[in-house]
C-alpha cells in the first residue's frame, strides 16, 4: 500500500475586522478534499444561516440539515437555493464573543464528472448543534468559494478561517 | 470587510476578506494517505483495503458513493477482517429534511459506512459523502469502536444526514476493510480513500 504525508494547511484567514464573508480562490486543482475549519466569534446577535457558494455561482444549491437545541432534534430541507445552508438553525452563537465551531469538508471537489457534495458540522454552546449536507448540482471543479453571513459584518474580530487540503493516494 | 491578516501556504491577499489559495508546500507528517479505491465504468461489488499496516493510531475513510441499483438509494455496509459474523452494533441520528429519528442495532453483521447513498433512479450525477473514524483499530486489548457522518442530497425529497457510531466485537488487530452495497454495485467514480492518523 502506498503510503504519502497529506492534509496540509492550505490558508489562514484570522481576521482583523469584522466582515460579512469571506472568499477563498484561485483554489488548485492538487488536492482530492478540502476541508476548511471556522472559529466563528459572533459580532452580532443574529446568528445568521451562514451561505456556501461555489465558483461565483448563485444557483441551483440544496441541502438538508439536522438539528438539535438541547430540547429537541429537527431536520429540515431546502431546494433550488442561492447557497448551502450552513448552521441554518443553530451551530452558530447568538451571543456577541462567543465562539462556534464550523468544519465544512468539500469532498473530491475538482473532479469534472460529479455534482459536489459537502459535508459540514456547526456547534455553538449557547444554540446547539447541527450536522449539513449539501448539494451544488454542477460537474465543475471548485476554484473558489465563498463562506458568507446572510447579515453585515457578523464574523468578528478574531474569527479565523482554515483550508486545509488532503491528497489521496 | 476585512483585511487578511495571517496567511500560510503561498498565500497573496487580494482584496479585503478575500485570499489566494496555492498548494502549500510540505505538510504535516501526522496524516497519511494509505490508499484509494476509486470505482471503474463497469462498477464494481465490493470497494476493500487489504494488508492495513498497524503503525498507526486511527484510521480515517473518507468516501463518495453511488449505487448501481434500481432504487432511489442504498447503504454502504461495512465488515472488518472479513468477519461475517453478528458481532457489530450501531447506534444512528439521522435527518430525512422533515423529521430526525434515532435507530440502533445489535448483533449485526455490519454497520455503515453511509446509510443512504444515492441509487440508479437518485438525481444523475449526485452521489453520498462519508467521512468515518475508526480509532485505535490495531490496539488488541479493546473492541474496535468507528464513528461516521454521512449524507446525500438530491434537491428534494430523499436528502438525508446522519451520525452513526459502530462497535466490532472484537480484539484483533483491524488489518482489512470491506466495503459493500446492500445491492447492485459501487457505481462508476465512487470512491473509497483510506488515511492513517499517527499517534505520538
Redesign the interface.
Known amino acids: 500500500m502506498a503510503a504519502g504525508a497529506t492534509y496540509e494547511p492550505i490558508a489562514t484567514n484570522t481576521l482583523g475586522s469584522a466582515t460579512s464573508s469571506v472568499i477563498f480562490s484561485s483554489i488548485s486543482g492538487s488536492y482530492t478534499d478540502l476541508v476548511l475549519v471556522i472559529a466563528y466569534k459572533a459580532a452580532t446577535t443574529n446568528q445568521p444561516t451562514l451561505q456556501l457558494t461555489f465558483n461565483g455561482s448563485s444557483s441551483s444549491y440544496s441541502g438538508t440539515q439536522l438539528t438539535g437545541n438541547g430540547s429537541a432534534a429537527a431536520s429540515y430541507r431546502n431546494t433550488n437555493a442561492a447557497f448551502i445552508s450552513i448552521a441554518r438553525l443553530v451551530g452558530v452563537p447568538s451571543t456577541v464573543g462567543n465562539t462556534g465551531t464550523i468544519i465544512i469538508n468539500l469532498q473530491n471537489y475538482s473532479n469534472t464528472t460529479t455534482y459536489k457534495t459537502v459535508l459540514a458540522r456547526a456547534s455553538a454552546a449557547d444554540t446547539g448543534t447541527e450536522a449539513d449536507v449539501g448539494l451544488w448540482q454542477n460537474t465543475s471543479a471548485i476554484t473558489s468559494f465563498t463562506i458568507g453571513a446572510a447579515t453585515s459584518n457578523d464574523f468578528a474580530i478574531g474569527s479565523t478561517f482554515t483550508l486545509y487540503g488532503i491528497l489521496a493516494a | 470587510?476585512?483585511?487578511?491578516?495571517?496567511?500560510?501556504?503561498g498565500?497573496s491577499s487580494?482584496?479585503?476578506?478575500?485570499?489566494?489559495?496555492?498548494?502549500?508546500a510540505?505538510?504535516?507528517?501526522?496524516?497519511?494517505?494509505?490508499?484509494?479505491v476509486t470505482v471503474g465504468s463497469g462498477g464494481s461489488a465490493n470497494a476493500e483495503?487489504t494488508?492495513?499496516?498497524a503503525t498507526y493510531k486511527h484510521l480515517q475513510i473518507?468516501a463518495?458513493i453511488r449505487g448501481t441499483a434500481s432504487a432511489s438509494a442504498i447503504s454502504a455496509n461495512m465488515q472488518f477482517n472479513s468477519d461475517t459474523g453478528s458481532n457489530y452494533s450501531y447506534h444512528e441520528?439521522?435527518?430525512?429534511?422533515?423529521?430526525?429519528q434515532?435507530g440502533a442495532g445489535a448483533t449485526q453483521t455490519r454497520f455503515f459506512l453511509h446509510g443512504n447513498a444515492p441509487a440508479a433512479t437518485a438525481?444523475a450525477?449526485?452521489?453520498?459523502?462519508?467521512?468515518m473514524d475508526i480509532l485505535d483499530y490495531a490496539d488488541t486489548n479493546k473492541y474496535k469502536t468507528a464513528r461516521c457522518?454521512?449524507?446525500?442530497?438530491?434537491?428534494?425529497s430523499g436528502?438525508?444526514?446522519?451520525?452513526d457510531s459502530g462497535s466490532w466485537q472484537n480484539t484483533n488487530a483491524i488489518t482489512s476493510i470491506q466495503i459493500t452495497p446492500s445491492s447492485g454495485n459501487f457505481a462508476q467514480?465512487s470512491?473509497f480513500?483510506l488515511?492513517?492518523i499517527k499517534g505520538a
Open positions: 470587510m476585512s483585511p487578511i491578516i495571517s496567511a500560510r501556504g498565500l487580494r482584496a479585503y476578506g478575500q485570499f489566494t489559495a496555492a498548494a502549500a510540505g505538510g504535516g507528517p501526522s496524516y497519511e494517505s494509505i490508499a484509494t483495503f494488508s492495513i499496516p473518507r463518495l441520528l439521522y435527518g430525512n429534511g422533515t423529521t430526525a434515532a438525481l450525477s449526485s452521489f453520498g459523502v462519508a467521512v457522518l454521512n449524507g446525500m442530497d438530491v434537491n428534494g436528502g438525508y444526514i446522519l451520525f467514480y470512491q480513500a488515511y492513517g
